[in-house]
């Protein structure tokens, strides 16, 4: 991200009460642009498809508005890895990650990594502890001056000066680990289903989006992201990509591309719970870098009218149709009625159990497959 403007003014923005970051010529609108073309952050209602109108942002940027971003891993991590060395191998990325966080204080944002500690605690993805990143995250944002992490995203410095990387040794060993959570289980069981479809040869992709659909509307309550997630791989839509491993002859290998598929898609989920109920002074937003997630975003808003997306994805107009008819609607049959959180845990384990073990015969079978 670079400014070539010469000329001299510049303006100086309070992020904090101690924190000071100073503006030069355009370089505003160079970063409300960069972070536009890089699509990191999503709004149903101000960038539905990760890009900002300078028009919203007097509102957007209102003190009396509270705004929250949800961070993806490919965020977090990024972040953590700065705040304890100072840089990142990639520099394209560093200065990506850096008029992130640069942007998110020029909005008076808060940048949450919660979900991502979570995953990293619950799937095992790194040797440091959920604590320690959190640490060097809220170290990261709280104590690296706004003006180096905004010089470094324009260039001007590629690391940030070691006085101000993370040096505690903290002692605290909590652990963020998710156990049975309903959401995370439910995406863990769906994307099995994606996959057990998804190995079996010559069909078509939408009678494979339509057998997925009539399970899922009987067995789980509907989460868009799901279901626009089912859509799109099915379909082949471009910049879609299958569950890593789900072709692999390997059981271990296709489980775990189905739990990191999950958790992609459970921060999806986890977020929507967020901004369907938000207030005019609280916006929840979702910052991530991943392409999949990026696609399920941009497809499945505005919210509550991805079914008419749908019809834009398949062609076969009367068999969605039908499914609608059959499922949805007054037809719809919720699952779960009446029941606790604990019952409901234990169906949908049960359920997701059951597709791994399905999965596991599946894989053993070493028959040539056709995705």
Not at 165 to 190: G, H, P, Q, R
Request: aromatic letters at 12%; proline letters at 4%.
């Amino acid at each position: 991200m670079e400014n070539n403007n010469q000329t001299s003014n510049s303006k100086g923005f309070m992020t904090d009460m101690e924190d000071f970051v100073i503006f030069i010529d355009d370089e505003i609108d160079v970063l409300l642009k960069f972070i536009n073309r890089s699509q990191l952050c999503f709004h149903p209602k101000y960038a539905p498809e990760g890009q900002f109108s300078s028009c919203d942002y007097p509102e957007l940027n209102a003190p009396e508005r509270n705004k929250l971003i949800i961070a993806d891993n490919n965020i977090v991590s990024p972040i953590c890895e700065i705040s304890r060395v100072g840089s990142l191998r990639d520099d394209g990325q560093l200065q990506k990650i850096a008029a992130f966080v640069t942007w998110s204080r020029f909005i008076h944002a808060q940048v949450s990594c919660g979900i991502g500690l979570m995953e990293n605690d619950t799937a095992h993805k790194s040797t440091m502890l959920g604590e320690e990143r959190k640490q060097l995250f809220l170290h990261a944002l709280d104590n690296i001056p706004m003006q180096i992490w905004k010089e470094i995203a324009f260039g001007v410095r590629d690391c940030v000066p070691d006085i101000f990387l993370f040096k505690k040794n903290n002692e605290d060993k909590t652990n963020y680990e998710l156990k049975d959570d309903f959401v995370l289980i439910s995406n863990e069981a769906a994307t099995a289903k994606i996959v057990q479809i998804l190995r079996m040869p010559y069909k078509k992709p939408i009678d494979k989006f339509i057998e997925f659909m009539y399970w899922y509307a009987d067995n789980f309550v509907i989460a868009e992201s799901m279901v626009m997630y089912a859509a799109l791989v099915f379909a082949g839509i471009n910049n879609t990509s299958y569950p890593k491993g789900s072709n692999s002859k390997d059981y271990e290998t296709v489980i775990k591309g189905i739990q990191n598929q999950a958790w992609d898609i459970s921060y999806i989920t986890f977020w929507s719970q967020l901004y369907y109920y938000e207030t005019e002074y609280n916006h929840f937003l979702f910052a991530t870098d991943d392409i999949m997630q990026k696609q399920i975003i941009i497809h499945i808003f505005p919210p509550g009218k991805s079914y008419h997306t749908l019809y834009s994805i398949f062609k076969e107009h009367k068999k969605l149709d039908e499914l609608y008819l059959s499922k949805f609607g007054s037809a719809r049959k919720r699952p779960f009625q009446g029941m606790n959180e604990d019952k409901k845990i234990a169906q949908i384990t049960t359920l997701r159990d059951s597709m791994y073990a399905d999965l596991k015969s599946i894989v053993k079978d070493t028959s040539p497959r056709l995705i």
